[in-house]
């Protein structure tokens, strides 16, 4: 790796004496962590169950550090099961300090591919409404595709700006995560792109946009609500630089003081324009001090200085109608042990189960409104793969079971036709008792419902 020139002369500057720890720390191999999904699978079962070398994360309970030398949990049937998602460790911490809670309204404003959507959405226990908005419609499918791996059932998928949200829905949200678009100084290890497309001019265009997107973000929490700002990059001017920025032009915001794990620093004071004392209450995350690529954290409180506007949001009601509905409801009574309960919504023959206190989204693109349950046919009702994944195994009348010590699994990802033996109807597929998706079973064939654009030929 050859990290730019102003780059290692500024961090020079900046870390002083640390600074040969710093550069040492960029030369070491990144590494590599991921996050169970709890609602799945219990820290103790993941240990004893899966194959990978792993130890603790010790500054997020549900994390762990691989070893990418020797596996490769992408390619794991757990992690086509939605068991776990792969997240630089250190990427963890914003939404530990954020701690949103089961039945509060979150938003994730920069939220592509989904890592801090799904810890968030798992935190809340699938309760409550998290909308997940990603400003780029290529990278806003990739975070819909990981909402629908990791089964979340409470997430509303947005594919807007921040200005367009925030004209939606002033002071709306109880928490909103702002994990900025920064020049990504923490990726260097792990990607080389990011040292390529640095520099001194970047990092101050990044400093502009966060600015900006922290406007949009003030607007859409609601007095008492709460503000968690991240970046994975190093510079003073996108992280202290711009939270001070802030709380300068928004006086009823307020940093919060956040409990610090071993390993993470304090703010500089000393980097910012105005020595503002409060900066230390930021966290930051250094690759030669923990075990992470590194990451910038501010927790800010919306003070009730302000005078409350009254919403005048409206929320969707139940307006399906019971016969709309005909189709899906025998596929319940014959598939699943019990029925799901909450409002539906149909959009172009596809059927959804709306999060709790789902707002109107009026004409802001909404990419998936809560949980796709699937698609009505002519005269049937075919399910989808995210239901599948929100489902356990115990919710359905009809199991395929496979191992992942087995070869089976891989039949299945790769879309092929299985010989069950039984004539079932609709089947979920598990793996290891977790489900991996639908098959329909009729004269012992089971024909496979894996979507095509996720099968992988191994
Ligand atoms: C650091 S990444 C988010 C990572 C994500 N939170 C996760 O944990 O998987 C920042 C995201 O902001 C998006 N972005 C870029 N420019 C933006 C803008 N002007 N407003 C809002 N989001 C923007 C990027 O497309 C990118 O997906």
């Not at 911490?93 to 994730?108: A, H, T």
């Not at 020595?275 to 409180?301: D, N, S, T, Y």
């Not at 033996?421 to 991996?436: A, M, N, S």
């Not at 064939?445 to 654009?453: D, E, V």
């Amino acid at each position: 790796m050859t990290l730019p020139k102003p780059f290692i002369t500024k961090m020079a500057s900046l870390l002083q004496s640390e600074s040969e720890s710093f550069f040492k720390a960029l030369k070491e191999p990144k590494v590599s962590g991921l996050r169970i999904h709890p609602l799945k699978i219990s820290k103790e079962s993941f240990i004893n169950n899966s194959p990978f070398d792993l130890s603790p994360i010790l500054f997020y309970e549900h994390g762990f550090y691989y070893n990418a030398k020797k596996d490769e949990p992408g390619k794991h049937p757990y992690h086509y099961a939605g068991v776990y998602y792969i997240q630089e460790p250190s990427a963890m911490v914003p939404v530990k300090i954020l701690q949103p809670q089961p039945g509060q309204l979150v938003l994730d404003l920069c939220a592509a591919p989904g890592g801090k959507s799904t810890q968030l959405a798992l935190m809340m226990k699938n309760e409550g409404l998290l909308v997940s908005n990603e400003i780029h419609p290529k990278r806003a499918k990739i975070l819909a595709e990981n909402i629908e791996r990791l089964g979340v059932r409470n997430c509303v998928v947005t594919n807007e700006t921040p200005e367009r949200l925030a004209d939606h829905f002033p002071q709306f949200f109880d928490k909103i995560l702002v994990d900025a678009p920064c020049s990504g100084e923490g990726m260097f290890r792990k990607d080389e792109e990011a040292i390529k497309y640095w520099s001194e001019e970047h990092v101050l265009r990044c400093a502009r946009t966060q600015k900006e997107i922290l406007k949009s973000a003030y607007k859409m929490l609601r007095p008492g609500g709460e503000l968690v700002y991240s970046t994975c990059t190093f510079s003073p001017e996108e992280n202290e630089q711009v939270i001070e920025w802030f709380v300068e032009n928004f006086p009823n915001m307020s940093l919060m003081e956040v409990p610090k794990d071993a390993g993470m620093e304090v703010g500089r004071v000393d980097w910012t324009l105005n020595q503002r004392k409060e900066m230390k209450k930021c966290i930051r995350l250094w690759p030669h001090k923990i075990k992470g690529e590194g990451h910038f954290v501010a927790k800010l409180k919306k003070e009730n200085d302000e005078e409350i506007k009254i919403s005048n949001i409206k929320y969707e009601k139940n307006i399906v109608k019971q016969r709309d509905l005909t189709d899906f409801l025998s596929f319940e009574k014959q598939v699943l042990t019990k029925p799901l309960r909450g409002t539906f919504s149909i959009q172009k023959q596809q059927l959804f189960l709306l999060p709790e206190h789902s707002p109107d989204f009026g004409s802001l693109k909404v990419i998936r409104k809560g949980l796709h349950l699937g698609q009505f046919k002519k005269n049937r009702f075919e399910p989808s793969h995210h239901l599948a994944l929100s489902l356990s195994a115990s919710d359905v009348k009809h199991v395929y079971e496979m191992s992942s010590t087995e070869q089976e699994w891989k039949k299945y990802i790769r879309g092929e036709t299985m010989a069950t033996g039984k004539d079932r109807g609709w089947v979920l597929l598990t793996v290891d008792q977790f489900p991996i998706g639908w098959g329909k079973e009729t004269k012992g064939i089971l024909k496979n419902f894996y979507p095509k654009g996720l099968r992988i030929h191994f």
